[in-house]
């Protein structure tokens, strides 16, 4: 399940790189352009990070205190 999980975020990855990077930065300064890759980078931490917090909850479920 983890693998799974891991190659379906680096497909996540590569897409969103391949399709949104390009016309983002297309006739910027590279100033512009580490800004760009750096939003499109922070994007992506938030579902990865949403990713395996599901995962997390999915794993262990929360204990029963009596």
């Known amino acids: 399940m983890l693998a799974t999980l891991g190659q379906k975020l680096d ?5 969103k790189l391949e399709v949104e990077l390009g016309p983002r930065v297309a006739g910027k300064s590279m100033a512009e352009i580490n800004i760009e890759g750096a939003i499109i980078v922070d994007e992506i931490r938030e ?11 999915t794993l262990v479920p929360p204990t029963r205190t009596a």
Do not use: D, E, G, W
Request: positive net charge.
């Open 11 to 15: 497909l996540l990855l590569r897409l």
């Open 47 to 57: 579902v990865i990070n949403a990713n395996i917090a599901t995962f997390k909850t």
